[in-house]
């Protein structure tokens, strides 16, 4: 069974950081891709960052580009988000998402209902 399991949200000023970590179970980091989605209140999810493949490409957000680095550890069984120098656009619930039928070109891209597997989803608030 897939699971996913979101930790590190939390609060940040701006300029500040935060790591988010996606902890995942029931399948194998190389052969799914995984990926982080944020949602606003009142606006729509939005793809922010995702890894895949053996070589663990990485596809980023135009909107964040530059600011966030996702990474992965097998070993561990874990994804993460490394998010720099935060702004309050940033503020979102963030969503952990995996799916092993979807190239990593696309992945940012696939509807809610398409997606394989969702976290619950950890709240980033970023304000002064």
């Known amino acids: 069974q897939v699971q996913l399991v979101e930790f590190g949200g939390g609060s940040a000023q701006p300029g500040g950081s935060l790591r988010l970590s996606c902890a995942v179970s029931?399948?194998?980091?190389?052969?799914?891709?995984i990926g982080w989605f944020r949602q606003a209140p009142g606006k729509k999810r939005e793809g922010v960052s995702c890894?895949?493949?053996?070589?663990?490409?990485?596809y980023y957000a135009d909107s964040v580009k530059g600011r966030f680095t996702i990474s992965r550890d097998n070993a561990k069984n874990t994804v993460y988000l490394q998010m720099n120098n935060l702004k309050p656009e940033d503020t979102a619930v963030y969503y952990c998402?995996?799916?092993?039928?979807?190239?990593?070109?696309?992945?940012?891209?696939?509807?809610?209902?398409?997606?394989?597997?969702w976290g619950k989803g950890t709240l980033v608030t970023v304000s002064s």
């Open positions: 998402a995996a799916d092993g039928q979807v190239t990593a070109h696309d992945f940012l891209y696939l509807d809610y209902n398409a997606m394989e597997s």
């Open positions: 029931g399948f194998s980091l190389d052969y799914y891709v």
């Open positions: 890894i895949g493949g053996s070589e663990g490409t990485t």
